[in-house]
């Protein structure tokens, strides 16, 4: 057993320190000690503002524009810029939609989003202009997808995606997973969550015993693009998730400024299988609108992934996809001979 730890009533709560998180570029330059005027910060942005929880700044480097944390999360006027092939919904879910908020793209699993609340704001989400208010699950639409699901036994496998489904309360996430558990098809249900990485804090004893009770197999990916990202608090919580009985796998976005070289994708690896999760994912960007800085060529990622394969051991090996609209699975880059 591992201890968990001991002194709950001196710890904040993970709600408080989500409401604590930073909201202003100003504020996360001002903790960084970096001066605005090196930086060209998008001032307007409220579909989709600054949010970082200080657990997170603090892994970030003190006077460093290029630090791959800040990166993540700080609009820059970039984001601005009209892209050709870059639009809203660069996946078209929309049309993958049985009922709101449930997309059914893939054979024998669908996922349902059930919140558009996140711990942090990541510059790079492919779901940054998601329509959560009618595509949320938890109201009216919650019976309906029940019924799609009843409808389709194939489905086995559900997963809870978002948003991030880790930011809802462990009642509400008891509601669903007891709701989902009621149909005898389902044998794993997967959670889709970036929270254990970014706010280690919400990996409590309620969450744990949640897990631990799931008739279903767990498994759990979280989303980690650099090894900076886990420090001590983020490995005491994967080790917990992981005595919960879940399976722990990790996806990440290929993302320039941040871990765009075979030496960064190598060691975020490592790091990982250090703390007990394997590599599942490397995923090409996602051409959202406001997104295009983070960019890498085809060609560029593939050659990356071919260093890291000649570098480590199979397993530590991420698959690189990108995801095509309509396609049945997520699809592998391949090397082109061009
Ligand atoms: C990514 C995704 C999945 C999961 O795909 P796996 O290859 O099983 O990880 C399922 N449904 C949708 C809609 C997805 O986007
Ligand atoms: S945590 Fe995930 S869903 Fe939320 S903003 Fe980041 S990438 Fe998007």
Known sequence: MIPRIPHP???????????????????????????????????????????????????????????????????????????????????????????????????????????????????????????????????????????YLGRHPEINEIILSGGDPLSLTDLRLREITTRLSALPQLQTLRIHTRIPIVLPERVDDGLLALLEQQRMKVVMVVHCNHANEIDPAVRGALQLLASSGATLLNQSVLLQGVNDSASSLIDLSRTLFSAGVLPYYLHQLDHVHGAAHFAIEDRRAVALIEAVRNALPGYLVPRLVQEQPGALAKSPLQCSNN
């Not at 942005?45 to 990166?71: E, N, Q, T, W």
């Not at 006027?77 to 049985?98: F, I, K």
């Not at 669908?110 to 919140?115: G, I």
């Open 9 to 147: 009533e001196h710890r904040p709560d993970w709600q408080s320190l989500l409401a604590g998180a930073v909201r202003s570029s100003e504020e996360l330059l001002r903790l960084l000690e970096l001066d605005p005027q090196q930086l060209k910060i998008q001032p307007l942005c409220s579909d989709f503002p600054l949010r970082v929880p200080h657990s997170y700044v603090r892994r970030m480097a003190k006077g460093d524009i290029h630090d791959p944390l800040l990166r993540q999360v700080l609009p820059l006027v970039e984001e601005t810029l009209q892209v050709a092939g870059y639009s809203h919904d660069p996946l078209a879910e929309l049309a993958a939609m049985p009922s709101p908020g449930l997309l059914h793209k893939y054979h024998g699993r669908a996922l349902l989003t059930v919140t558009g609340a996140c711990a942090i704001h990541c510059r790079y989400c492919f779901r940054r202009h998601y329509p959560y208010s009618e595509a949320n699950p938890l109201n009216s639409h919650w019976e309906q997808s029940l019924d």
